[in-house]
């Protein structure tokens, strides 16, 4: 079973630019999160997706992040234009039942670095 | 919002040696979680608590939920190289439909053979 896959696995913008990262959930998880760690952070909760829909998205920084999950498939989180602060692993993590504890799978994340 | 605070911040130590790090919050959780994440890679479930005062091994980790449900602690015996990484605390309010998760800043372990 394949699992979750992120693309790019890293990206340098500069600031004022657009960029795009995208998730590939492993098949059959309706579950859907992103998450952000800025270096020396915690990981940090962005926002949830059960299928299409935005269940929590109460973690998005501000209105320059856009995530939009097509077809409950694969997931985009847009950033525009990117700031400094922005820069940061963002992790995306996909499960098939919410359970506590289940198993929430995280993919390798992609490192955005913005100049 | 959550905090968890998470310490220590990096250990270095000898293979062989046994190694602790524990994780404190002001909240009460439900649950707590035990992440390790090696380079270029994401977080990686060691090991779930799930009631206050569980104790749960998984290999040479040993993880507790404390009774008061604010804090939890990672042991790791007789370390090898391959436990290099950090690794993350994170702990969840149950109920409701999301599974947000609160992580802690980490611990880096670094391992010298």
């Known amino acids: 079973e394949a699992g979750v896959t992120q693309f790019p696995s890293h990206s340098v913008i500069e600031k004022g630019q657009t960029v795009t990262l995208r998730c590939d959930p492993i098949s059959g998880h309706d579950n859907l999160y992103w998450y952000r760690r800025v270096m020396g952070k915690e990981i940090k909760f962005l926002l949830h997706f059960v299928k299409e829909s935005k269940q929590d998205e109460s973690g998005m920084p501000n209105n320059r992040f856009l995530a939009e999950r097509t077809g409950g498939t694969y997931s985009t989180l847009k950033v525009q234009p990117a700031e400094l602060e922005d820069s940061g692993v963002y992790f995306c993590?996909?499960?098939?039942?919410?359970?506590?504890?289940?198993?929430?799978?995280f993919g390798p994340g992609t490192r955005l670095t913005v100049l | 919002g959550q905090q968890l605070n998470q310490s220590p911040q990096s250990m270095f130590i000898q293979e062989g040696e046994d190694v602790s790090m524990n994780c404190t919050s002001s909240?009460?959780?439900?649950?707590w979680l035990w992440y390790k994440q090696e380079p270029g890679e994401g977080p990686v479930l060691l090991i779930a608590?799930?009631?206050?005062?569980e104790l749960t091994s998984n290999g040479r980790l040993t993880a507790q939920f404390g009774i008061t449900r604010k804090d939890s602690f990672l042991n790791i015996s007789a370390s090898i190289p391959s436990d290099v990484g950090i690794y993350f605390c994170?702990?969840?309010?149950?109920?409701?439909?999301?599974?947000?998760?609160?992580f802690g800043k980490g611990t880096l372990l670094t391992v010298n053979p």
């Open positions: 909240s009460i959780f439900n649950t």
């Open positions: 993590a996909s499960s098939q039942v919410i359970l506590a504890g289940g198993p929430l799978v």
């Open positions: 608590l799930y009631k206050a005062g």
């Open positions: 994170a702990g969840q309010i149950s109920g409701g439909s999301n599974y947000k998760l609160t």
